[in-house]
């Protein structure tokens, strides 16, 4: 704790003289609020016209408290759509639900291309991921920082919410195609992890955008040019898309403490 002001300073400060220079005033700030002893003393020597409006405020802040309605509680569904979603995600995974559909529906008519659902499945829960927790995506987002489930808890739980959405689109679209499930799947999971590692050095939007515009680049239009599959979707990948998923989400729960910080960069 800092030194006590002494009590002209407190009695200036109560005041509100202007000659008390700005240091001055957040020291005595600071210090106001650590110590019982100097709020006494400042109460004490509040002007009587001060004290007069202060009463007041409270009268009137008691009548209305008194008069409010009872706070509602809330429902599980409320917790449900504030902690673990938030509406922004929604355009986000109709759009992710339309491209996989799109996507389907081109690899049932254009015979002789590689399964386009394969090859864009590992993407599907990034743009969904990208704006699971980002402060422009989310319009509490400054209440939610504040809050301890801010950070990596938000992010986890919305992700997870992204997830319960594009596995299931995945796999009814998958279903239609006769593609491997896993191939499916594991590729998903192993970028969302990929994402959540990455976003905690360079923030997950970006992360997320690279990771879609690398593998756009390096894979997708490769195999659309070749007309096939490349290895890495192939069925002997499975055991390491698996590896890579366990291996990714490990080394992004080792590096949580990226996401502690109130604004990880983004
Ligand atoms: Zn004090």
Redesign the pocket.
């Known amino acids: 704790m800092t030194t006590?002001p002494s009590l002209t300073q407190i009695d200036r400060y109560a005041a509100g003289d202007p000659g008390l220079d700005e240091p001055s005033v957040w020291a005595i700030e600071v210090?106001l609020e650590d110590?019982a002893?100097?709020r006494a003393r400042l109460a004490g020597s509040s002007p009587v016209e001060s004290r007069a409006v202060l009463d007041q405020v409270a009268a009137v802040l008691d009548r209305q408290i008194a008069a409010a309605p009872p706070v509602g509680r809330s429902r599980p569904w409320s917790v449900l759509r504030h902690r673990w979603f938030v509406g922004t995600l929604f355009p986000w995974l109709a759009m992710t639900a339309m491209v996989l559909g799109c996507a389907a529906v081109l690899g049932a008519l254009w015979v002789g291309v590689p399964s386009l659902v394969l090859l864009i499945a590992p993407l599907a829960p990034l743009p969904g991921v990208a704006v699971a927790w980002h402060r422009r995506a989310d319009p509490a987002w400054e209440l939610i920082a504040t809050t301890p489930a801010a950070g990596l808890t938000t992010l986890l739980r919305r992700t997870a919410a992204v997830l319960a959405f594009v596995i299931p689109a995945l796999a009814l679209v998958g279903a239609g195609t006769g593609v491997s499930m896993a191939l499916l799947l594991l590729p998903c999971l192993a970028f969302t992890a990929a994402t959540l590692l990455l976003g905690t050095l360079v923030g997950v939007r970006r992360a997320a955008i690279g990771l879609v515009v690398v593998w756009t680049l390096a894979v997708v239009t490769p195999s659309l040019v070749a007309a096939r599959l490349p290895v890495l979707l192939s069925a002997q990948s499975a055991r390491s898309w698996a590896l890579a998923t366990v291996f990714l989400t490990l080394l992004a729960f080792l590096r949580v403490d990226g996401f502690r910080r109130l604004s990880h960069p983004e």
């Open positions: 006590h210090h110590c002893d100097c």
